[in-house]
């Protein structure tokens, strides 16, 4: 069964940084793409960041570039997003996703997989 589990959002405030881990199961990691994106209420879901754990590409969207970074540990089977300089507007569900493709988080994408969430809420 895949699994997709999503850690380490909370309750943060302004300017401050959290990292966010996505710890994948039940398929064979090197051979995806994963990635993040959120949603905040009222709005639609934004892609942010994906990386290819085979050939270790990363693509950042230019709405959080510069703040925003993705990792992969392939020993661990787990991706981290690495936020910084929070600000309100960054509150909202963070989901990852994974598929055989890698993609550019510009572009709407819609996963093979996805885990249930973390939120992160920033507080001015």
């Known amino acids: 069964e895949v699994q997709l589990v999503e850690s380490g959002g909370g309750l943060v405030q302004t300017g401050e940084s959290l990292r966010l881990s996505c710890q994948a199961s039940?398929?064979?990691?090197?051979?995806?793409?994963v990635g993040w994106f959120r949603q905040a209420p009222g709005k639609e879901r934004e892609g942010l960041s994906s990386?290819?754990?085979?050939?270790?590409?990363?693509y950042v969207a230019d709405s959080v570039k510069g703040r925003f970074t993705i990792s992969s540990d392939n020993a661990e089977n787990t991706v981290y997003l690495h936020m910084n300089n929070l600000t309100p507007e960054d509150t909202a569900i963070y989901y990852c996703?994974?598929?055989?493709?890698?993609?550019?988080?510009?572009?709407?994408?819609?996963?093979?997989?996805w885990g249930q969430g973390t939120q992160v809420t920033v507080s001015s």
């Open positions: 996703g994974a598929d055989r493709q890698q993609w550019n988080p510009n572009i709407p994408h819609l996963p093979r997989y």
């Open positions: 039940g398929f064979t990691f090197d051979d995806y793409a």
């Open positions: 990386i290819s754990n085979n050939i270790g590409s990363a």
